[in-house]
């Protein structure tokens, strides 16, 4: 119980820390944001190490003293409650009984005000979505406490519990079927309550319908192969608790309303008062550059009207001179000269002049304190500076839209880019916070990504490659800005992949490709280890037609590493000493199984013990479009092979590779989808072919395992494997060094008898590219050669662009 309770303090007290440095954007802060090395992670891990060799009822214990915390906390710090739902969820792993109990203890929560209500709602919400209670029997306790419609205060905790739950997709309406029952008898009677529940009745309908038809829905939110077996997703307060889930688009409207309602609520005058403020500024930037004397003057001069002093006014000031500089700015638009094209040239002296004066007050904020506080105040001060930016950035580009006016990027880009360059150049006053200045500005592009924003997409991209951010944050000690520009990545891919996916690509789009392209080429050159660590959740991400996007992520390797040559003549990948070590993984993979991982677990421990696992596999990690899910395939597919890799390590003598449980669950996926799934699950296998390791000797195993065992009847599986691993070798390089280990020895190895198969010559196309992969892989033999033979030829060549090479295949 100490050692849990020792944890819980450590966990406040990184929780509390982080919450100050977000400062009055702490509400934004959730814990899905945070990244899979921050300490509030990690604690979060000890917890559930601890609690797995603890007895239940030190557990019960500490769990009990855990979920009445909740019930202290408010709903404007997100990050509190999720984090303790988070330790339940550690807790409950080693504890089997704890949800049993959770259901007890949630009958006696304070339920006496609105806000208390709200705070119940919300809480039983994320216990539902984490699985720490089962929703059926909250759906007979809810509708028991309704009394038939009696209980007015629980009829309207159920109407906004049923509707959140629903349009969350934490519950389907057929697993709540005592709530809609005691909706239809309320409904049937004159009541307060009838136009309510009668509203709530049709919405809830329209979900049903729209289940029963099988809508699309996101890749990271698979849908059940049945009733029972929902999809897991991240906690998240700002949506659970409202009645209607805000979609990205829907964010920008959001400021904009308030914006204007804070420029409503303006004293009289504020505009003047803020024009003059920012004249006289320009005219000591323009009159007395670099006169540290003359600034500081003016500092003092904005202390005397508040600013810095008082929140109200401090943020009033940030508002109203974001909003002129930028109306300035485009304002100064000159149209080009005759017979050039091109948009209107802007004049950024008064963009440039405040985003220097915001540098100022950031460098010298000083309210007195020792070092650690006057850090905390500048952070703070950054946050409310970004946090109105973007605020008056996104209101700005909604005006422009309902204006039916082009909204112009450019000033907001200057404006980001002075504050990117100048708090983040060298400056001992600022070392021991620059990875937190980095945090902030990440946090704001975040809140401002191409979903939310569109129009400002290309700026946003320059902005987050730009040499004073995202190199500073990959270089961060301890790899600690590797999670937020994880997500950045995340947040742009994320908003190609429809567009990757369909392969319509306008000028804009491919521009915009191009440039990503480009930065990626970069951190594989500078930043591999970045790329190679989060492979799985940007692979997952990226379409089956974006070939050599992918090949980029494959291709990535650690520097400490010299790969060698894969056309090496007599090569044994199995002597390799890097080949028996583990790679690193930062990707979420058992977050992504949610409830998956623990049915994977009892499988692997008991094969024979579950005769329905198998059976339901398939199904499970379909989507409601009847597709395989990529981020749950990738998930399943490494982390299975990361359990057969630690059996096989552990071994004594060493065992056979293939005939394990692990692979039984590869082999059961691939007998059991079509043709259209089965590619995209092979194509999941292949994605771990990469630099070398235990991953890639393992799943270059399995492929050629596959290929060999195919049933005779079945030549589609064969032809299908070879169009995976082929398809990847004939766009432009990179080619990932695991790929043509496997696809050489493929092609080699006569146990295989690869160009027996008629697949290799159905038409004439095709024998083309094969003969010359054929004489790349193995000079001076022909394909016809090479079949008969299965000889190794000296003398071999990397493999070039033998066809096609498009950058996105059709």
């Given amino acids: 119980m100490k ?207 729209g289940e029963e038809q099988g809508p699309g829905q996101p890749q990271d939110a698979p849908a059940p192969a049945n009733a029972q077996q929902k999809a897991p997703a991240q906690p998240a307060i700002s949506k659970v608790d409202s009645s209607e889930g805000l979609g990205v688009s829907d964010i920008a409207a959001k400021n904009a309303e308030a914006i204007a309602l804070a420029a409503r609520n303006d004293p009289p005058q504020t505009r003047q008062s803020v024009t003059h403020l920012l004249d006289y500024w320009i005219r000591v930037y323009n009159e007395t550059p670099g006169n540290e004397k003359a600034y500081a003057q003016y500092l003092q001069l904005l202390q005397q009207h508040g600013v810095g002093k008082s929140e109200e006014n401090s943020e009033r000031f940030f508002r109203v001179s974001t909003e002129l500089v930028i109306e300035s700015v485009l304002k100064s638009a000159q149209a080009p000269p005759e017979g050039t094209a091109g948009p209107p040239a802007l004049h950024y002296n008064v963009v440039d002049a405040y985003a220097k004066l915001v540098a100022l007050l950031f460098k010298y904020m000083n309210s007195g304190g020792d070092a650690a506080k006057v850090a905390t105040q500048r952070i703070n001060l950054l946050n409310k500076v970004l946090g109105i930016t973007v605020q008056c950035l996104m209101a700005g580009s909604v005006v422009a839209k309902n204006n039916k006016n082009r909204f112009d990027q450019r000033p907001w880009f200057r404006l980001l880019m002075n504050l990117i360059q100048d708090l983040n150049l060298p400056d001992p006053q600022l070392d021991s916070i620059s990875l937190q200045i980095l945090g902030v500005f990440g946090s704001a592009l975040h809140v401002i990504q191409p979903c939310v924003i569109p129009g400002f997409t290309f700026a946003w991209l320059e902005l987050v490659s730009h040499r004073m951010f995202l190199p500073n944050l990959l270089l961060a000690k301890g790899q600690k800005g590797f999670g937020l520009a994880h997500q950045l990545l995340l947040d742009l891919f994320q908003f190609l992949e429809p567009y990757l996916r369909k392969g319509e690509l306008d000028d804009s789009i491919r521009t915009l490709y191009k440039g990503t392209l480009r930065v990626l080429l970069i951190l594989l050159h500078d930043f591999p280890e970045f790329l190679s660590e989060y492979h799985a959740s940007f692979t997952a991400l990226i379409p089956a037609n974006c070939v050599q996007l992918r090949n980029i992520f494959l291709s990535a390797f650690p520097r400490s590493l010299s790969l060698i040559d894969p056309f090496t003549p007599n090569l044994k990948i199995d002597l390799l000493p890097e080949i028996s070590q583990n790679p690193r993984i930062l990707s979420n993979i058992p977050g992504a199984l949610g409830s998956l991982k623990a049915d994977i677990d009892a499988f692997l421990a008991n094969p024979r013990g579950s005769t329905t696992f198998l059976n339901d596999l398939p199904g499970r990690l379909l989507n409601r479009s009847g597709d395989v899910n990529p981020s749950l395939a990738n998930s399943l597919v490494i982390y299975v092979g990361m359990e057969a890799i630690a059996s096989l390590q552990q071994s004594q003598p060493p065992s056979s590779p293939m005939r394990g449980a692990e692979v039984e669950i590869y082999l059961k996926l691939l007998d059991s989808y079509a043709p259209k799934n089965r590619y995209a699950f092979l194509s999941a296998l292949a994605n771990q072919l990469r630099y070398p ?118």
């Fill in 3 to 209: 050692a849990l309770t020792l944890l819980a303090s450590k966990l406040s007290l990184s929780v509390n820390n982080l919450l100050a440095a977000a400062g009055n954007r702490s509400g934004e802060v959730t814990y899905s944001m945070l990244p899979e090395t921050h300490e509030v992670r990690s604690l979060i891990a000890e917890v559930k190490k601890v609690g797995v060799v603890s007895n239940d009822d030190v557990c019960l214990s500490f769990a009990q003293t855990v979920f009445k915390q909740m019930y202290e906390l408010s709903l404007n710090e997100p990050l509190r409650l999720e984090s303790l739902i988070a330790v339940l969820e550690a807790v409950s792993e080693g504890c089997g009984k704890l949800g049993k109990d959770i259901t007890t203890w949630i009958t006696y929560a304070p339920m006496n005000t609105d806000d208390e209500r709200k705070l119940h709602r919300t809480v039983l919400l994320l216990l539902a979505r984490s699985q720490l209670v089962k929703i059926a029997e909250l759906d007979v306790w809810i509708a028991r406490s309704m009394d038939g419609g009696r209980n007015g205060v629980f009829v309207e905790f159920a109407l906004h519990f049923a509707r959140t739950a629903v349009h969350e997709r934490i519950t389907g309406v057929g697993e709540i079927p005592n709530i809609i029952d005691s909706f239809t008898k309320i409904a049937q009677k004159q009541g307060s309550y009838k136009k309510s529940v009668n509203k709530l009745l049709e919405e809830l309908r329209g979900s049903k319908q």
């Fill in 693 to 810: 390791n235990s991953h890639t000797h393992f799943f270059s195993q399995v492929m050629l395992y596959v290929f060999e065992n195919a049933p005779s009847n079945d030549s589609g599986l064969k032809e299908q494997i070879t169009r995976v691993l082929l398809e990847r070798l004939i766009v432009h390089r990179p080619h990932p060094w695991g790929l043509l280990i496997t696809f050489i020895e493929l092609i080699k190895n006569p146990r295989y008898r690869f160009w027996s198969h008629g697949f290799t010559r159905c038409a004439a196309e095709i024998e083309r590219v094969f003969e010359s992969v054929s004489r790349s892989c193995m000079s001076g033999a022909s394909a016809g050669e090479v079949g008969a033979a299965g000889q190794q030829q000296p003398g071999q060549q990397g493999i070039g662009m033998v066809g096609g090479g498009e950058v996105v295949k059709g």
